[in-house]
């Protein structure tokens, strides 16, 4: 393994990793949620370790995907209710919307895996990566409401990807979709059974790192960089970064190259 990838395993601040598995191979990273005690609940340890780590991924020219992952009963509970407190919600509040905002600008491609429960900030968690897969039976939602409380980031999250009234049913009610109905609102990628869910997950994976390693990441950060700026101003940048950036990675000479020749690329990956 590469020198670089082995020391990220191990990310230098924190030095132990108590609230989060990490586990970085060939590519990918995979982010497990590591509190069954608290049903993957987020506590602000949790969610500093979520926020370096990913930092420091992203850092990796190297890496192309990381995938998050609960367990079986559990992907995330929410913030974890005993740290909501007088005392330190401010700074549990800050710390979840600096991973929200970390991982809306990864240059790696953003996946999630849920399996039992996403709730309140698990289920924006889950919902902010790029593709979002769950198994049959999970359950996700924005139960805040129900405890005299709201979702801070989704509605900032939601109206992009399922329109703003059900935005407002899901927040304003309070109510659990199962994962069929999540799918069909748009809220997720995929739903399937959970004997076949880290298979069908493992196979996107695959297939992106298939792609040449700096023209993925390229293309994921300038479509998120896009995605917030008027349309006018948003088509602009992307044309800056296609002929000023693209333009001058060697994969993309070959990808067009091999697409005259009517060959497969072979990819540098620079």
Not at 250 to 263: H, I, M, P, S, T
């Amino acid at each position: 393994m590469d020198e670089s990838l082995e020391a990220l395993e191990a990310p230098s601040s924190p030095k132990t990793l108590n609230n989060i598995r990490l586990q970085v191979d060939n590519g990918i990273a995979r982010i497990a949620l590591d509190r069954p005690e608290a049903a993957n609940a987020l506590n602000l340890a949790a969610l500093e370790e979520i926020h370096q780590t990913l930092g420091e991924l992203d850092l990796n020219e190297s890496l192309k995907v990381v995938v998050f992952t609960g367990s079986d009963q559990a992907f995330s509970s929410g913030l974890d209710i005993a740290e909501h407190t007088d005392e330190s919600v401010y700074q549990l509040i800050e710390t979840f919307h600096e991973v929200i905002r970390r991982v809306t600008k990864l240059e790696l491609v953003s996946i999630s895996v849920v399996k039992g429960m996403a709730l309140g900030a698990g289920c924006e968690l889950a919902a902010v990566c790029d593709f979002c897969f769950a198994a049959e039976g999970a359950k996700l939602g924005q139960p805040e409401l129900k405890a005299g409380l709201f979702p801070t980031a989704a509605p900032m999250i939601y109206p992009r990807l399922i329109g703003l009234r059900r935005t407002y049913e899901m927040i304003l009610t309070g109510r659990t979709y199962d994962a069929k109905e999540a799918e069909g609102i748009g809220l997720i990628t995929r739903v399937m059974a959970p004997a076949q869910l880290d298979a069908e997950v493992e196979k996107w994976t695959q297939f992106l790192k298939s792609f040449s390693t700096p023209v993925l990441r390229l293309a994921r950060r300038a479509t998120s960089d896009a995605v917030n700026l008027p349309f006018e101003e948003g088509l602009r940048h992307l044309e800056s970064v296609y002929l000023n950036q693209l333009m001058s990675i060697e994969d993309a000479k070959e990808g067009v190259l091999a697409l005259r020749e009517r060959r497969q690329p072979v990819w540098k990956h620079k």
